[in-house]
């Protein structure tokens, strides 16, 4: 069972920066992929970022790469997604998941129908 609390959500201009925390209730470890999806009103949630259990394997949208980085500290029960290089584009409800299954050791799941547990969201919005 995990609960995850979302936070740092704002407004940026263009070409700023912002960091996403994503804290996870009780133990997250090796068995748990984590990922950030986000979401516009009237649109689907969207794949973002995701690193699998061993914390090394990462998989990011095109639309990101090379701008956002995920990382992750199970030792703190936390996933954080720092942005950089913010469009407005990017502006979204960002959402922060868990899976737990055995591939996730190896594997940053990038569906997200196949994450068991969501944040609350926190909302990006960035100013031209």
């Known amino acids: 069972q995990v609960q995850l609390v979302e936070s740092g959500g704002g407004l940026v201009q263009a070409g700023g920066s912002l960091r996403l925390s994503c804290v996870a209730s009780g133990r997250i470890g090796s068995s748990d992929a984590m990922g950030w999806f986000r979401q516009v009103p009237g649109k689907e949630r969207d794949f973002v970022a995701a690193i699998a259990g061993n914390g090394i394997n990462t998989a990011y949208s095109d639309s990101v790469k090379g701008r956002f980085t995920i990382s992750r500290d199970n030792v703190k029960n936390m996933l954080s997604l720092q942005m950089n290089s913010l469009k407005p584009e990017d502006t979204a409800a960002y959402y922060c998941?868990?899976?737990?299954?055995?591939?996730?050791?190896?594997?940053?799941?990038?569906?997200?129908?196949?994450?068991?547990?969501w944040g609350q969201g926190t909302q990006v919005t960035v100013s031209s």
């Open positions: 998941a868990a899976r737990r299954d055995v591939s996730s050791y190896f594997v940053p799941h990038r569906a997200a129908s196949g994450y068991d547990y």
